[in-house]
Protein backbone atom coordinates (compact mmCIF):
# COMPACT_ATOMS: atom_id res chain seq x y z
CA UNK A 1 0.00 0.00 0.00
CA UNK A 2 1.33 3.42 -1.55
CA UNK A 3 -1.11 6.01 0.44
CA UNK A 4 -2.62 6.71 -2.70
CA UNK A 5 -5.99 5.30 -2.74
CA UNK A 6 -8.62 5.06 -6.25
CA UNK A 7 -12.28 3.96 -6.35
CA UNK A 8 -13.83 2.45 -7.68
CA UNK A 9 -11.08 -0.34 -7.96
CA UNK A 10 -13.46 -1.85 -11.05
CA UNK A 11 -15.90 -0.09 -12.58
CA UNK A 12 -18.04 -2.20 -15.75
CA UNK A 13 -20.17 0.65 -17.80
CA UNK A 14 -22.09 0.74 -20.91
CA UNK A 15 -20.97 2.71 -24.10
CA UNK A 16 -22.45 5.60 -24.23
CA UNK A 17 -22.71 6.46 -19.81
CA UNK A 18 -20.62 8.81 -18.08
CA UNK A 19 -17.73 7.51 -15.56
CA UNK A 20 -16.68 9.54 -12.58
CA UNK A 21 -13.20 8.03 -10.45
CA UNK A 22 -11.53 9.72 -7.69
CA UNK A 23 -8.07 9.70 -6.70
CA UNK A 24 -7.22 10.32 -3.02
CA UNK A 25 -3.27 11.41 -2.95
CA UNK A 26 -0.79 10.99 -0.18
CA UNK A 27 -1.98 14.35 2.02
CA UNK A 28 1.04 16.65 1.89
CA UNK A 29 1.81 15.64 -2.14
CA UNK A 30 1.00 18.42 -3.95
CA UNK A 31 1.60 16.84 -7.87
CA UNK A 32 -0.82 14.11 -8.89
CA UNK A 33 -0.99 12.33 -12.06
CA UNK A 34 -3.46 10.81 -13.97
CA UNK A 35 -1.95 7.90 -16.31
CA UNK A 36 -3.79 5.00 -18.36
CA UNK A 37 -2.72 1.77 -19.33
CA UNK A 38 -3.98 -0.78 -21.86
CA UNK A 39 -3.25 -4.40 -21.97
CA UNK A 40 0.30 -5.01 -22.44
CA UNK A 41 1.58 -1.63 -22.94
CA UNK A 42 3.10 1.05 -20.21
CA UNK A 43 1.39 3.73 -18.84
CA UNK A 44 0.53 6.86 -20.52
CA UNK A 45 0.35 10.13 -19.35
CA UNK A 46 -3.04 11.98 -19.28
CA UNK A 47 -2.91 15.07 -16.94
CA UNK A 48 -1.16 16.56 -13.60
CA UNK A 49 -2.03 19.03 -11.11
CA UNK A 50 0.11 21.19 -8.76
CA UNK A 51 -2.05 21.57 -6.02
CA UNK A 52 -5.27 22.44 -7.88
CA UNK A 53 -4.14 23.98 -10.95
CA UNK A 54 -4.21 21.67 -13.94
CA UNK A 55 -0.90 22.47 -15.43
CA UNK A 56 -0.79 19.82 -18.82
CA UNK A 57 -3.35 17.55 -20.85
CA UNK A 58 -1.87 15.35 -22.93
CA UNK A 59 -3.61 14.93 -26.56
CA UNK A 60 -4.75 11.61 -25.38
CA UNK A 61 -6.92 13.26 -23.44
CA UNK A 62 -9.94 14.13 -25.54
CA UNK A 63 -13.08 16.45 -24.80
CA UNK A 64 -14.63 13.89 -23.09
CA UNK A 65 -12.25 13.63 -20.63
CA UNK A 66 -12.10 15.87 -17.76
CA UNK A 67 -10.16 16.12 -14.32
CA UNK A 68 -10.65 18.34 -11.80
CA UNK A 69 -8.68 18.36 -8.05
CA UNK A 70 -10.34 20.86 -5.88
CA UNK A 71 -8.54 22.44 -3.12
CA UNK A 72 -5.62 20.29 -3.98
CA UNK A 73 -6.39 17.57 -2.32
CA UNK A 74 -8.51 14.56 -4.10
CA UNK A 75 -8.78 14.58 -7.78
CA UNK A 76 -11.40 13.15 -9.94
CA UNK A 77 -11.35 11.98 -13.94
CA UNK A 78 -14.64 11.65 -15.78
CA UNK A 79 -15.14 10.05 -18.68
CA UNK A 80 -18.59 11.41 -20.96
CA UNK A 81 -20.28 9.16 -23.44
CA UNK A 82 -17.70 6.27 -23.17
CA UNK A 83 -16.51 4.19 -26.24
CA UNK A 84 -15.02 0.59 -25.89
CA UNK A 85 -11.53 2.17 -26.51
CA UNK A 86 -11.55 3.89 -23.04
CA UNK A 87 -11.43 0.23 -21.50
CA UNK A 88 -8.17 0.42 -19.65
CA UNK A 89 -6.83 0.72 -15.85
CA UNK A 90 -6.50 4.50 -14.92
CA UNK A 91 -3.98 5.02 -12.78
CA UNK A 92 -3.17 8.48 -10.39
CA UNK A 93 0.16 9.08 -8.43
CA UNK A 94 1.38 11.86 -6.41
CA UNK A 95 4.47 13.22 -5.68
CA UNK A 96 6.01 15.60 -3.15
CA UNK A 97 7.33 19.32 -4.08
CA UNK A 98 8.46 20.32 -7.71
CA UNK A 99 11.54 17.91 -7.54
CA UNK A 100 9.50 15.27 -8.52
CA UNK A 101 12.24 12.16 -8.22
CA UNK A 102 9.49 9.33 -7.10
CA UNK A 103 6.05 9.40 -7.70
CA UNK A 104 3.49 7.30 -5.87
CA UNK A 105 0.97 4.93 -7.29
CA UNK A 106 -2.74 4.04 -6.08
CA UNK A 107 -3.86 0.53 -7.45
CA UNK A 108 -5.67 1.91 -10.28
CA UNK A 109 -9.27 1.95 -11.52
CA UNK A 110 -10.04 -0.85 -14.15
CA UNK A 111 -12.50 0.33 -16.55
CA UNK A 112 -14.45 -1.97 -18.99
CA UNK A 113 -17.04 -0.74 -21.53
CA UNK A 114 -19.16 -3.01 -22.87
CA UNK B 1 11.19 13.25 -22.93
CA UNK B 2 14.45 10.71 -24.44
CA UNK B 3 13.15 7.63 -26.45
CA UNK B 4 14.64 4.54 -24.20
CA UNK B 5 14.75 1.14 -25.82
CA UNK B 6 14.90 -1.75 -23.45
CA UNK B 7 14.84 -5.71 -24.33
CA UNK B 8 11.37 -7.13 -24.19
CA UNK B 9 12.10 -10.05 -21.53
CA UNK B 10 14.74 -11.03 -19.46
CA UNK B 11 15.08 -14.42 -16.79
CA UNK B 12 16.93 -15.05 -13.93
CA UNK B 13 17.38 -17.48 -11.36
CA UNK B 14 16.92 -16.47 -7.58
CA UNK B 15 19.32 -15.34 -5.58
CA UNK B 16 21.53 -14.38 -8.54
CA UNK B 17 22.12 -10.91 -10.10
CA UNK B 18 20.59 -9.31 -12.60
CA UNK B 19 21.61 -6.35 -15.04
CA UNK B 20 19.02 -4.56 -16.76
CA UNK B 21 19.76 -2.47 -20.13
CA UNK B 22 18.35 0.79 -21.16
CA UNK B 23 19.53 3.09 -24.28
CA UNK B 24 18.61 6.54 -24.51
CA UNK B 25 21.08 7.88 -27.16
CA UNK B 26 18.96 11.07 -27.43
CA UNK B 27 19.04 11.71 -23.61
CA UNK B 28 19.29 15.12 -23.27
CA UNK B 29 21.36 16.73 -20.42
CA UNK B 30 18.60 17.77 -17.97
CA UNK B 31 17.11 14.62 -18.16
CA UNK B 32 17.38 12.27 -15.44
CA UNK B 33 16.81 8.97 -15.60
CA UNK B 34 14.37 7.11 -13.74
CA UNK B 35 13.55 2.88 -13.25
CA UNK B 36 10.22 1.86 -12.15
CA UNK B 37 8.93 -1.54 -12.15
CA UNK B 38 5.11 -2.94 -12.03
CA UNK B 39 4.14 -6.18 -10.32
CA UNK B 40 1.35 -7.76 -11.78
CA UNK B 41 -1.91 -6.36 -10.87
CA UNK B 42 -0.56 -3.46 -9.16
CA UNK B 43 0.30 0.48 -9.92
CA UNK B 44 4.12 1.12 -10.62
CA UNK B 45 6.62 1.87 -8.36
CA UNK B 46 9.62 3.48 -8.19
CA UNK B 47 13.02 1.73 -7.84
CA UNK B 48 15.55 4.20 -8.16
CA UNK B 49 16.72 7.36 -10.28
CA UNK B 50 20.10 9.28 -11.11
CA UNK B 51 21.43 12.18 -13.72
CA UNK B 52 24.93 11.51 -14.29
CA UNK B 53 26.61 9.80 -11.30
CA UNK B 54 25.97 5.79 -10.09
CA UNK B 55 23.15 5.70 -7.46
CA UNK B 56 22.65 2.91 -4.91
CA UNK B 57 19.72 2.48 -2.40
CA UNK B 58 18.15 -0.56 -0.46
CA UNK B 59 16.17 -1.88 -3.77
CA UNK B 60 19.00 -1.77 -6.40
CA UNK B 61 22.06 -0.06 -7.93
CA UNK B 62 21.94 2.28 -11.14
CA UNK B 63 24.90 2.25 -13.17
CA UNK B 64 24.92 5.14 -15.82
CA UNK B 65 27.36 5.16 -18.72
CA UNK B 66 29.83 8.33 -18.79
CA UNK B 67 28.29 9.47 -22.10
CA UNK B 68 24.82 9.08 -20.90
CA UNK B 69 23.62 7.00 -23.30
CA UNK B 70 22.72 4.11 -21.94
CA UNK B 71 22.36 3.02 -17.95
CA UNK B 72 21.75 -0.30 -16.32
CA UNK B 73 19.65 -1.24 -13.33
CA UNK B 74 21.05 -3.91 -11.23
CA UNK B 75 19.23 -6.11 -8.82
CA UNK B 76 21.82 -7.76 -6.32
CA UNK B 77 20.33 -11.09 -5.75
CA UNK B 78 16.89 -11.78 -7.43
CA UNK B 79 13.92 -12.79 -5.46
CA UNK B 80 10.53 -14.27 -7.43
CA UNK B 81 9.11 -10.96 -5.71
CA UNK B 82 11.31 -9.12 -8.42
CA UNK B 83 9.52 -10.93 -11.02
CA UNK B 84 7.95 -7.81 -12.77
CA UNK B 85 8.22 -5.25 -15.59
CA UNK B 86 10.68 -2.92 -15.24
CA UNK B 87 10.79 0.46 -16.86
CA UNK B 88 13.78 2.75 -17.73
CA UNK B 89 12.44 6.32 -18.73
CA UNK B 90 14.64 9.67 -18.82
CA UNK B 91 12.58 12.45 -17.93
CA UNK B 92 12.83 16.69 -16.91
CA UNK B 93 12.33 17.26 -13.50
CA UNK B 94 10.76 20.16 -14.24
CA UNK B 95 7.22 18.60 -14.62
CA UNK B 96 7.55 15.40 -13.61
CA UNK B 97 5.58 13.29 -15.84
CA UNK B 98 6.85 10.06 -16.97
CA UNK B 99 6.66 8.59 -20.55
CA UNK B 100 6.68 4.88 -19.86
CA UNK B 101 7.96 2.61 -22.88
CA UNK B 102 7.59 -1.40 -23.50
CA UNK B 103 9.49 -2.23 -20.79
CA UNK B 104 11.33 -5.23 -20.02
CA UNK B 105 9.66 -8.54 -18.21
CA UNK B 106 12.08 -10.05 -16.04
CA UNK B 107 11.06 -13.55 -14.88
CA UNK B 108 13.12 -14.95 -11.41
CA UNK B 109 13.33 -18.64 -11.62
CA UNK B 110 13.40 -20.40 -8.18
Known amino acids: DTGV ?6 KITKRGQNVTFRCDPISEHNRLYWYRQTLGQGPEFLTYFQNEAQLEKSRLLSDRFSAERPKGSFSTLEIQRTEQGDSAMYLCASSLGTQTYEQYFGPGTRLTVT | DAKTTQPNSMESNEEEPVHLP ?18 PSQGPEYVIHGL ?8 A ?10 STLILH ?6 AAVYYCIATRIVDGKLTFGQGTILTVHP
Open chain 1, 5 to 10: SQNPRH
Open chain 2, 77 to 82: RATLRD
Open chain 2, 22 to 39: CNHSTISGTDYIHWYRQL
Open chain 2, 61 to 70: SLAIAEDRKS
Open chain 2, 52 to 59: TSNVNNRM
